[in-house]
Each structure stands twice: as C-alpha cells, then as structure tokens.
C-alpha cells in the first residue's frame, strides 16, 4: 500500500506555532481554534509585509525544529512502515527547509520515512534541481491508496485518483469545507486514522 502522508498539522502543530508566533511578532491574538483560513495572512490578518515577516521568521531552522508532534503521528507512522506499507511524507514547505525538516522527522522517530517537498502552492523556483524535490509531473505518475492531508488547497492534488482515500485529518480552517467526494474522510487524529487503516488492505 502507497500512502502519502503530509507534513504540517498532520505530523505536527504548525498552525498552533504560528498562532503564537503571530501573537509574538505582531500582536495579533487568533487562537488556534480560532483560525478560519489555511492561508496563515488571511487567518491572522496580516499585512503583504507581516506576511513575509512571519514567513521568514518562521521558517527558521530552529523554529521549525521546536514544532510539537501531533500526538501518534510517529506511532502511526512507524505501524505502517514495520507492516511493509510505502509511506512518503509530501510537503508543501519552501525547499530551503529540506534538511531541517528531514532532521525533525530524525528527531521524531521517522528516519525511515521518505520526505519529497512539491510545490503545492506555486511559490518555488522550478528551475532549482535536487533528489528530495517532486516535481508536478512525477507526482501525478506515483499512485496511492490513502493520503493524510489537513489543506483544503491541497485536495486538487488528488483529484486524479478518485479510488484513493482520503483521510482529511481535521484542522479548524477545514472544518466548513465541503469536501470533494464520498473518498474524503475527516479524521479527528491518529488514532481514528490508525482505526480506520488497520488490517484493511488498500488503506
Ligand atoms: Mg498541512
């Protein structure tokens, strides 16, 4: 089994450290449960310049380093890879961060997981070339049988495959979203994740 795990806010708490983080650079007091939009200038209603602020800020290697883990994810995870299932961790961070982001998944248990950055949401320079970058056009050749993602922008990505399943883990910008089809299943956490992924083959 093919699954395609992504990273932040499925394997760890992105959306509550940049909540703080916004509340620290800026001043601006959007809880976590409070955050409507995935889009994190819309979420905390920030400036184009607070925007790139917070951006940069928080994507330093030592802020995305202090990132909690989502509680299970590596438990999950590591199942999976000991039952012989393909697990690819797929991200949408900037490329930059590739080798923190791989030392977070060391750190966390998940050195046998592989880790591909794509650019999901259009932000890279697709002249830049390198072994852990997926293009577009090699990600729609691999084939899955279950994906964890909590971005409403990212469900075009699987549109393609329309046996896949699709485990939308649950995140207060998604809880509204319609969701594209009768595959999408909202997860509350790993463990209704590992319920519904155990013993059942194709995921
Ligand atoms: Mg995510």
Wanted: hydrophobic fraction near 35%; aromatic fraction near 12%.
């Amino acid at each position: 089994m093919n699954i395609y795990v992504d990273f932040d806010d499925c394997l760890c708490e992105s959306g509550r450290f940049f909540s703080g983080l916004a509340a620290d650079m800026f001043g601006k007091n959007v809880p976590y449960e409070e955050m409507r939009f995935f889009n994190l200038q819309q979420a905390f209603r920030l400036t184009d310049e607070e925007y790139r602020e917070l951006l940069i800020r928080g994507h330093e290697d030592e802020m995305l380093l202090s990132i909690e883990e989502t509680p299970g994810a590596s438990a999950v995870l590591n199942e999976w890879i000991r039952r012989g299932e393909n697990v690819t961790v797929i991200t949408g961070r900037p490329y930059r961060t590739y080798e923190v982001s791989r030392l977070w998944l060391d750190r966390h248990g998940l050195g046998d997981v592989q880790l591909l950055l794509m650019d999901k949401y259009g932000r890279e320079d697709h002249t830049v070339k390198a072994d852990f970058i997926l293009e577009p056009e090699d990600y729609y050749r691999m084939k899955f049988d279950c994906a964890v993602e909590d971005s409403p922008s990212a469900f075009r990505f699987f549109g393609h495959l329309p046996e896949l399943k699709v485990l939308v883990f649950e995140r207060p910008w998604n809880r509204e979203t319609e969701l594209p089809g009768n595959n999408f299943i909202r997860c509350s956490g790993w463990e209704t994740i590992r319920a519904i992924t155990a013993g059942e083959p194709g995921c």
